[in-house]
Nanobody, 125 residues
Framework: QVQLVESGGGWVQAGGSLRLSCAAS????????MGWFRQAPGKEREFVAASSWTGKTYYTDAVQGRFTISRDNAKKMVFLRMNSLKPEDTAVYYCAADTSRRMVVDRTSSSVDYWGQGTQVTVSS
């Protein structure tokens, strides 16, 4: 079955950096869109970034220029490098897989076929 396992979350002061990793299994991966979503307390889960099978990347405006998504198709891993972190980036971050290639135009949870268990990122001011 499909499994997405995140790691790399934690606590960091504002302005700091973290790198999230997601290891995938049970997926073709190289032809899938892989992404990251986040959910803050009391808020809906929101799109953060995605990487298509061509390597093209997409970001929500709030993280553009600060976060970088990358992938290693050979290892079936996707990463999210987060720089210049702000307190408003505090959330549970979820790795997401879209096997139907919808996330290019639909950057909502409905485009996701599989989710990881989530990893907490806390940014203190």
């Amino acid at each position: 079955q499909v499994q997405l396992v995140e790691s790399g979350g934690g606590w960091v002061q504002a302005g700091g950096s973290l790198r999230l990793s997601c290891a995938a299994s049970g997926l073709t991966f190289s032809s899938d869109i892989m992404g990251w979503f986040r959910q803050a307390p009391g808020k809906e889960r929101e799109f953060v970034a995605a990487s298509s099978w061509t390597g093209k990347t997409y970001y929500t405006d709030a993280v553009q220029g600060r976060f970088t998504i990358s992938r290693d198709n050979a290892k079936k891993m996707v990463f999210l490098r987060m720089n210049s972190l702000k307190p408003e980036d505090t959330a549970v971050y979820y790795c997401a897989a879209d096997t139907s290639r919808r996330m290019v135009v639909d950057r909502t949870s409905s485009s996701v076929d599989y989710w990881g268990q989530g990893t907490q990122v806390t940014v203190s001011s």
